[in-house]
């Protein structure tokens, strides 16, 4: 069912934990859906993602989906990483089965609330739609 | 890698005492069981032997033996073979039965049949008031099963047939996961109709048989040829059905002996799993379950992580959770014990067989702990105190 890229994310996941002090929170998903993804990030002042960490309660897709995006948005600036879809992500993956396309929504999601959430923290909440202009909600 | 299968509910292999007797029937004596000719009849005796196997594993008579291909077939051939030539009226069945039976009743409510899905406890079994509560005067069948796939629980089916048949009510059940494990006797059962199925008792996929109380009524579920009395056209599964004869004479022969062994080593399962993983319960019935079944529900994290992640140990175990189903909806029979969405996110089902050793209770208990230990590391729900 799983590629083995997606089976070396869920194995093998990367940047799980919290960051300290986080800049940016995003949460997305509940327990009676089954899935729960949380995204902190640490921002600079030039708006790159420095440091972000995942936590996520689900299915083997949805660590894979999580661990990957933290991969893909590392380094990036907010703009870049909002650029981010659910279907960037099942692509770096090697693609996902259609029933765990869903999975891929909550990741990017996740991100683009922490993004969100900085924004707002920061007094740019004006900025919000511009830089998510390109988000798949 | 050391291997260890803990899926037996899902399926088993084939016993090769089965595959053995099932070759024949292939390519040398591969006859039509119709015909009169003389390849004809050596496939025709072969499959009466195998009723006759079927029929004094489940100590019913070989005429009331119908041969499908499985217990799904069974059991749409029970339900709907006895229902679908009356008026539409009222069956009852439980809130926790295999979708076999589920949707197919499901179907019959588009054609207006009423039904009620009679609720059950904590531990999965069937409240008996609620039970003796539901009959109506216009109600035609009861369908309940025997042992639950999920938890195990085993129904207290000689008394729920008992008040069904005071009440002139017919009862079916559905034993797909009861034939092999525990003893079943359609007289102590006390049932006019009853499903199970060869691939789940170490017989051949794509065969099983309904049994079919001398005096029940029941009408053709699939057309043709006139196959099986009338009841279930199609040319017979000659090796499939020979393969499920021989499984249920050696499943009648060992489960003396097969049955308290299960039991012990899932006990010893259970209660290393207990102990060295906090905030997990056992699911299901503690006395009244299957002897291989030991369902869990792992708090803060999902079923099927726990899965791959024991396959990538090389054990094989499944999940009522949302994401390992297709329909991406959590299990209905934990839902049904009065349990959360959570707590079926995070069960974990283990079924022990046959080929099961201490050894692979072992296995699993060495690694199981650190699998729980990393996936709650990942939780956003696991907060150490």
Redesign the interface.
């Known amino acids: 069912m799983y590629s083995e890229l997606v089976m070396d994310h869920f194995s093998n996941p990367r940047n799980v934990g919290e960051v300290e002090d986080p800049d940016g929170v995003g949460q997305v998903g509940n327990p009676t859906c089954g899935d729960i993804m949380r995204m902190t990030i640490k921002v600079d002042d030039a708006d790159h993602i420095t440091e972000i960490k995942f936590k996520t309660f689900g299915c083997g897709a949805a660590v894979a989906t999580s661990s990957m995006v933290t991969e893909m948005v590392v380094g990036k600036t907010l703009e870049e990483a909002a650029e981010i879809s659910n279907r960037t992500v099942a692509e770096a993956l090697g693609g996902l089965p259609p029933q765990k396309m869903h999975c891929s929504n909550l990741a990017a999601d996740a991100v683009h609330l922490a993004i969100e959430d900085y924004l707002t923290k920061n007094g740019r909440s004006d900025e919000v739609p511009k830089v998510l202009k390109k988000a798949s909600l | 890698m050391r291997s260890v299968y803990f899926d037996h509910a899902a399926t088993t292999a084939a016993d090769p005492r089965v595959v053995a007797a099932m070759m024949p029937y292939f390519g040398e004596r591969y006859g039509n069981a119709s015909e009169i000719h003389a390849p004809g009849r050596e496939a025709h005796v072969a499959v009466d032997e195998a009723r006759a196997k079927v029929a004094a594993a489940l100590g019913a008579g070989e005429k009331e033996i119908v041969f499908t291909s499985g217990g799904t077939e069974s059991d749409n051939l029970a339900i709907l073979g006895l229902l679908q030539k009356l008026q539409p009226g009222h069956v009852i069945t439980s809130a926790v039965e295999h979708p076999a039976v589920m949707e197919t009743v499901r179907f019959l409510m588009r054609l207006n049949w009423e039904v009620t899905f009679v609720p059950v406890d904590g531990h999965g079994l069937v409240d008996l008031d609620a039970y003796a509560g539901a009959f109506r005067p216009d109600t035609r069948l009861v369908s309940v099963m025997t042992a639950n796939n999920v938890m195990g629980t085993i129904q207290p089916i000689a008394d729920l047939a008992r008040i069904a048949h005071e009440r002139k009510v017919p009862f079916h059940t559905d034993a797909v996961q009861a034939v092999g494990s525990i003893p079943v006797n359609v007289d102590e059962l006390g049932v006019d109709l009853l499903s199970l199925s060869g691939h789940k008792l170490y017989g051949p996929k794509g065969v099983g048989a309904l049994y079919v109380r001398r005096g029940t009524r029941l009408s053709a579920h699939m057309h043709g040829g006139g196959h099986e009395r009338g009841l279930r056209s199609g040319t017979e599964n000659v090796p499939g059905i020979v393969g499920l004869g021989v499984a249920l004479e050696i499943t009648a022969e060992e489960l003396p002996a097969q049955q308290p062994r299960l039991a012990a080593l899932r006990d010893r399962l259970i209660k290393g799993v207990l102990e060295s993983v906090d905030d997990t319960v056992l699911l299901g019935d503690p006395v009244d379950r299957l002897p291989g079944n030991a369902c869990f529900s792992v708090r803060?994290?999902?079923?099927?992580?726990m899965v791959?992640?024991l396959d990538?140990k090389g054990i094989a175990a499944s999940s009522g959770?949302?994401?390992?189903s297709?329909s991406?909806e959590?299990s209905h029979v934990i839902l049904a014990m009065g349990l959360?969405?959570?707590e079926a996110?995070g069960s974990l089902r283990l079924t022990l067989g046959r080929e099961n050793t201490d050894a692979d209770v072992d296995r699993f208990l060495d690694v199981f702990p650190g699998i729980v230990q990393k996936l709650r590391?990942?939780?956003?729900?696991y907060v150490k105190g």
């Not at chain 2, 590391?377 to 729900?381: E, G, I």
């Open positions: 803060y994290i999902e079923g099927e992580s791959l992640q990538t959770s949302a994401c390992s297709d991406l959590p959360g969405a959570e996110h590391a990942m939780s956003p729900l």
